[in-house]
């Protein structure tokens, strides 16, 4: 994993992020998510400047999207130093995906800690 990878994980493992399921390297048909949320069906990539304006990605970005999953990108650098704005933003595309059957109607609390039992 890149340093950036790393960072979005320890925030995002176990559960960390709003009481979801992330997974590492998701093989989704002949590509790998670095991450996904497959109760939601969504992909978060992580990804540097080589990434930028890359055809191949917005082949694979369709797949993905073919299949169902919700493709979002943040670059390496945007999650190294600013990782608040990369989970508020997420925060966003999980309120507009179904919603996470233990978040009651009235919880607006998409915090990165909670549903942690903290």
């Known amino acids: 994993m890149t340093d950036a990878?790393?960072?979005?994980?320890s925030r995002a493992r176990n559960r960390?992020?709003?009481?979801?399921?992330?997974?590492?390297?998701?093989?989704?048909?002949?590509y790998f998510a670095d991450f996904a949320c497959?109760?939601?069906?969504?992909?978060?990539?992580?990804?540097?400047?080589?990434?930028?304006?890359?055809?191949?990605?917005?082949?694979?970005?369709?797949?993905?999207?073919?299949?169902?999953?919700?493709?979002?990108?943040?670059?390496?650098?945007?999650?190294?130093?600013n990782i608040e704005g990369v989970f508020e933003?997420?925060?966003k595309t999980v309120g507009e995906l179904a919603p996470h059957p233990d978040r009651s109607s009235s919880d607006s609390d998409l915090s990165p800690q909670a549903g942690r039992g903290d």
């Open 16 to 30: 960390g992020f709003f009481g979801l399921k992330f997974v590492r390297q998701e093989p989704i048909g002949p």
């Open 89 to 91: 933003a997420l925060q």
């Open 38 to 81: 497959r109760e939601l069906r969504l992909v978060v990539e992580i990804d540097g400047s080589q990434h930028m304006s890359s055809a191949r990605d917005r082949v694979r970005d369709a797949f993905l999207e073919s299949s169902g999953y919700r493709v979002v990108r943040f670059w390496n650098n945007d999650v190294l130093t």
């Open 5 to 9: 990878e790393r960072k979005f994980w």
